[in-house]
């Protein structure tokens, strides 16, 4: 197991902010490798957002959902803004991420994701 000290200060509620700014992560080496993603599906109910996180391989006329996350409305919010500050400060960076939708082709989509709680 990894353990990471880090702050969390973008997803983590206010109430734990005020009880600890710090939070000890463990993450196992199998976590740590991850798992690549080239789509993800994100589907709502009043009370939950549902991301898919698919591999679409060439050539290949099915995907699997490679990992599933279940938020909480507030808790997407705050991913939602985290992963927007993110982007932001890895652009002041490293330049600016192209918008994947201009020239890219993407398979057609048979389907629409829906999500029940």
Known sequence: MFAIDTKINHIMSDETKQNNNQINIELSEEISEGTYSNLAIISHSPSEFVLDFVRLVPNVPKA???????????????????????????????????????????PPMNFTPTAQA
Do not use: C, T, W
């Open 64 to 106: 699997k959902v490679k990992s599933r996350i279940i938020l909480s409305p507030p808790h997407a919010k705050r991913l939602l803004k985290a992963l927007m500050d993110n982007v932001k400060r890895y652009e002041a960076q490293f330049g600016n991420i192209e918008d994947p939708e201009q020239g890219m082709h993407m």
